[in-house]
C-alpha cells in the first residue's frame, strides 16, 4: 500500500478534500517536495486521488482498497489461523489447466508438495469484486511453489500454490496461480484429485467457497 495513501487516510482524506501542499507531504513522509509532486500526480493519473480547488480527497478506488488492507489487517492479527473464505461464480476456462497438469514435471511436484495427483483440468472461480480483496490476502501468504522447467521447444513458469479446502468437498484442493495466464485477474483456479464439477455437479455461474 501507498504509503502517501496511508497519510491522506490518517488526515481523514475520505471524508472531506484535505487542504495539504506537496511540501507538508516530503516533510510528513521523509521525501522531497519535487518526488511528494510526483507521487501525488501519479496516484491522481490512476484514480486513486482527486484534487481540485477544495483540495485532495480519496476517490472510492482508494477507500476499497484502504477498506480491503483494514480487513487482511485484521484477518491476520486476530485469527491465529489466518483463513481466508473466499466466494465466487464457476466460469468455464481455456483448457490451459488440463494442458499444464498434464505434464508430468508439474505433476510429479504436485504429489511431492501437496499431496495428491491432480485431476488434469482445473475449476476456474471468477472472483466478485467486492471479494478481490481477499486473493490479494491469499496471495500475501506464504505460497508452495511449484518449479517451472524448459524443454527443447519452450519453457514453462512456476505454479504459486496456496493449499485449500471447497465447501462441500472432503478431498484437500489447492488454489494455484500461474506466473503466465490468459485468465484476467477476477479469476483464480483450483486444482484437486478430482473432478470437482461433475463430483459437486457443478455448472458455470453457481456460487462457491473456498477455504484458504
Known amino acids: ?30 521525501m522531497s517536495q519535487q518526488n511528494a509532486s510526483r507521487r501525488l500526480a501519479e496516484l491522481e493519473k490512476e484514480g486513486w486521488v482527486e484534487r481540485n480547488a477544495d483540495g485532495i480527497m ?23 489461523e489466518r483463513a481466508v473464505e473466499l466466494d465466487g461464480q464457476v466460469v468455464s476456462g481455456l483448457g490451459e489447466g488440463k494442458y499444464y497438469l498434464s505434464m508430468s514435471k508439474y ?53 504459486f500454490a496456496y493449499k485449500c479446502r471447497m465447501k462441500g468437498l472432503k478431498d484437500g484442493c489447492a488454489l494455484i496461480v500461474p506466473l ?17 464439477k461433475k463430483r459437486l455437479s457443478l455448472k458455470d455461474g453457481d456460487c462457491v467457497r473456498v477455504m484458504v
Open 107 to 159: 505433476k510429479t511436484q504436485i504429489k511431492e508438495k501437496l499431496g495428491f495427483v491432480p485431476f488434469p483440468g482445473t475449476l476456474n472461480i471468477q472472483i466478485k469484486k467486492e471479494e478481490m480483496w481477499k486473493k490479494k490476502a491469499i496471495l500475501q501468504m506464504d505460497p508452495v511453489i511449484i518449479n517451472g522447467f524448459r524443454d527443447k521447444d519452450r519453457s514453462y513458469g512456476d505454479l
Open 180 to 196: 503466465r495466464t490468459h485468465h484476467g485477474d477476477d479469476v483464480m483456479e483450483l486444482i484437486c484429485p478430482l473432478n470437482i
Open 1 to 30: 500500500m501507498d504509503e502517501l495513501l496511508l497519510l491522506l487516510l490518517k488526515r481523514r482524506a475520505d471524508t472531506r478534500p484535505l487542504r495539504i501542499t506537496t511540501t507538508e507531504i516530503g516533510e510528513a513522509l521523509s
Open 58 to 80: 480519496l476517490t472510492k478506488k482508494s477507500k476499497d482498497e484502504l477498506a480491503g488492507l483494514y480487513s487482511t489487517l485484521q484477518n491476520v492479527f486476530e485469527n491465529s
